[in-house]
């Protein structure tokens, strides 16, 4: 089992910058593949950014360039940076760890990007 919060969202305007944060209820270390996700209303939830415990790192073709994602494995968490932030970046956004087969999320946290 593997609890997940994140962190860190908010109202930026476009062009601005926000970080977020994923703070895990145990080690992750030996967690296979982090990552985050976003979803908007009437969509699916799309993945914006994975890190896997090798170092495997995959983005969206919509953030590359501007988003970063970065694991702490001392600390237990997962960090998106993301610049250049555009409306379209406008979402809910959730952490995502996967154990083996098992996947786990957190409760989500809104990113408003807006003028």
């Not at 080690?27 to 296979?32: D, H, R």
């Not at 555009?86 to 990113?111: F, H, I, M």
């Amino acid at each position: 089992q593997v609890q997940l919060a994140e962190s860190g969202g908010g109202l930026v305007q476009p062009g601005g910058s926000l970080r977020l944060s994923c703070a895990a209820s145990r080690s992750i270390f030996s967690i296979n593949a982090m990552g985050w996700y976003r979803q908007t209303p009437g969509k699916g939830r799309e993945l914006v950014a994975i890190i896997e415990s090798g170092g495997i790192i995959n983005y969206a073709e919509s953030v590359k360039g501007r988003f970063t994602i970065s694991r702490d494995n001392v600390k237990n968490t997962v960090d998106l940076q993301m610049n250049s932030l555009k409306p379209e970046d406008t979402a809910v956004y959730y952490c995502n760890a996967r154990v083996l087969a098992s996947y786990y999320w957190g409760q989500g946290t809104q990113v408003t990007v807006s003028s």
